[in-house]
């Protein structure tokens, strides 16, 4: 019930292509959905997150969509550079429990081709 | 600037030996975590502190230990019990138990030789 699934493990896009990378969960105590990129040799820096309060959240070329009955979230990357190439995690928590640290996905490696 | 510091950034481990980590911030948060990332496994919680003199273990304990004396540091020694301690360690804060404000430092590339 603790796990975050996160699919695909890697994936390859054309410059200007829109990626997509979906997450699930099963533990219904998750309130707090974050985005995580991460370049080679570098700590992961948060790049998006989303409460189950609303359906979608938008800051710039990155989307969050969360299905709450689904209990799936994605990241939706349009126009798509080649300067997104990273590691994508997605990541859940019970925001307002007593345990802080975050449940991670595996990641997906994203490569954007010119 | 407000962050956190990991060092060394790539250490070399004899096998047999224990090494330490080190994790500074300041920015005054409460909580201080430590993961191992490896290719295709995603980031696992190995420790995690909530507050000065106290710290609970996460999935992958076994063969790892840390103190927290202070709130702005965290280190984690990798002993000569954990049998493949090859990775990438990643050390994090966040504000409270809620884990605002969830930072990560750049990370510490161990590698046993």
């Known amino acids: 019930q603790q796990q975050v699934k996160q699919s695909p493990q890697s994936l390859i896009v054309q410059k200007g292509g829109i990626s997509i990378i979906n997450c699930a969960y099963e533990?219904?105590?998750?309130?707090?959905f974050p985005w995580y990129q991460q370049f080679p040799g570098k700590g992961p820096a948060l790049l998006i997150a989303i409460r189950p309060d609303v359906s979608e959240k938008k800051e710039g070329r990155f989307t969050i969509s969360f299905n709450k009955s689904a209990k799936q979230f994605s990241l939706h990357i349009m126009d798509s550079q080649p300067g997104d190439s990273a590691t994508y995690f997605c990541?859940?928590?019970?925001?307002?429990?007593?345990?802080?640290?975050?449940?991670f996905g595996k990641g997906t490696k994203l490569s954007v081709k010119p | 600037d407000g962050g956190i510091t990991q060092s060394p950034k790539y250490l070399f481990r004899k096998e047999g030996q224990n090494v330490t980590l080190s994790c500074e911030q300041n920015?005054?948060?409460?909580?201080m975590y430590w993961y191992r990332q490896d290719p295709g496994q995603g980031l696992r919680l190995i420790y995690y502190?909530?507050?000065?003199?106290?710290?609970q273990k996460g999935d992958i304990a076994e063969g790892y230990s840390v103190s927290r004396e202070k709130k702005e540091s965290f280190p984690l020694t990798v002993t000569s019990a954990q049998k493949n301690p090859t990775a990438f360690y990643l050390c994090?804060?966040?504000?409270?138990?809620?884990?605002?404000?969830?930072?990560f430092g750049s990370g510490t590339r161990l590698t046993v030789v």
């Open positions: 994090a804060s966040s504000i409270g138990r809620a884990g605002h404000g969830y930072t």
């Open positions: 502190s909530q507050i000065v003199n106290d710290f």
């Open positions: 920015l005054n948060h409460d909580a």
């Open positions: 990541a859940a928590k019970n925001y307002g429990g007593s345990q802080g640290n975050l449940i």
């Open positions: 533990n219904t105590a998750f309130d707090y």
